[in-house]
């Protein structure tokens, strides 16, 4: 059974950086595919930044040039480094964790408010 674990939300002000963080459990690691999504209040939880066990990575238009996805195989975890933040990146953050069969695994979610 895979795990994830985020950590790395809080409250930060318009223009602030946060980095998230997602460890994974399990021996599989870097051979998945990773990402993150976000789901604000009342919206359906979507796709802010993948990474492939290659390293390629995709984003939203909404944070591209101000977010980067990065991976870390020998700690089984991955990161997003927010920069630029604006109030409307407020959102429940999830990692997600892809199998080369398919199958998805979820974290429970870290919490970014980001205040005027």
């Known amino acids: 059974q895979v795990q994830l674990v985020e950590s790395g939300g809080g409250l930060v002000q318009a223009g602030g950086s946060l980095r998230l963080s997602c460890a994974a459990s399990g021996s599989i690691f870097s051979r998945v595919a990773m990402g993150w999504y976000r789901q604000a209040p009342g919206k359906q939880r979507d796709m802010v930044a993948t990474?492939?066990?290659?390293?390629?990575?995709n984003y939203a238009d909404s944070v591209k040039g101000r977010s980067v996805i990065s991976r870390d195989n020998a700690k089984n975890t991955v990161y997003l480094q927010m920069n630029s933040l604006k109030p409307e990146d407020t959102a429940v953050y999830y990692c997600?964790?892809?199998?080369?069969?398919?199958?998805?695994?979820w974290g429970k979610g870290t919490l970014v408010t980001v205040s005027l």
């Open positions: 997600r964790l892809t199998t080369t069969l398919g199958m998805s695994f």
């Open positions: 990474i492939t066990s290659g390293g390629s990575t």
